[in-house]
T-cell receptor
């Protein structure tokens, strides 16, 4: 079956860069997404990348996609304490845009 | 702004009880989803619906059923709650064709004693 994997935990110091990694299995995925879940809240879409792109930058966020290795990463520059959250990557399932497979989530802890 | 609301933030039920979790969205979205979230397992899809009265099983439908009588409302039903259904339940919705993908509610933390 399809599987999306992430490391469970990442700790960084405030002001450093954070890199959260994700590997996926469905090579037909049209889009890949990063969601953020703050404590006690639902998931919020952070950014997405179309499968024919290698990189997307959005302010402090940079998404890198390596299709050959099926590897997706999210880099957060100048990480702040407000970035502390669980980050989920997700891929479209079977190429469809409205059904997603989520990764296990990475808990990002930002130390002051 | 899209708003997805869930009827309860916290719920405590006893084993064997019938449990209803309600989800309402106000953006006329065709698609609605129910997930459960467990530590180390991420989000797993229970059921989804592409239209009124239409439902399809997700990855872990056992022990659950759903109802979509109106477009804006998608209910998750636990016919006979068990302790292994203690979890965070998240509802989401999306338009039929969506670049922005799914919008999530705040979640319901269900504890089954």
């Amino acid at each position: 079956g399809e599987d999306v994997e992430q490391s469970l935990f990442l700790s960084v110091r405030e002001g450093d860069s954070s890199v959260i990694n994700c590997t996926y299995t469905d090579s037909s995925s049209t889009y890949l997404y990063w969601y953020k879940q703050e404590p006690g809240a639902g998931l919020q879409l952070l950014t997405y990348i179309f499968s024919n792109m290698d990189m997307k930058q959005d302010q402090r966020l940079t998404v890198l996609l390596n299709k050959k290795d099926k590897h997706l990463s999210l880099r957060i520059a100048d990480t702040q304490t407000g970035d502390s959250a669980i980050y989920f990557c997700a891929e479209t399932y079977g190429g469809a845009t409205n059904k997603l497979i989520f990764g296990t989530g990475t808990l990002l802890a930002v130390q002051p | 702004d899209v708003k997805v609301t869930q009827s309860s933030r916290y719920l405590v039920k006893r084993t064997g009880e019938k449990v209803f979790l309600e989800c309402v969205q106000d953006m006329d979205h065709e698609n609605m989803f129910w997930y459960r979230q467990d530590p180390g397992l991420g989000l797993r899809l229970i059921y989804f619906s592409y239209d009124v009265k239409m439902k399809e099983k997700g990855d872990i439908p056992e022990g659950y059923s759903v109802s979509r009588e109106k477009k804006e409302r998608f209910s998750l039903i636990l016919e006979s709650a068990s302790t292994n259904q203690t979890s965070m339940y998240l509802c989401a919705s999306s338009p039929r064709q969506s670049l922005d993908t799914q919008y999530f509610g705040p979640g319901t933390r269900l504890t089954v004693l």
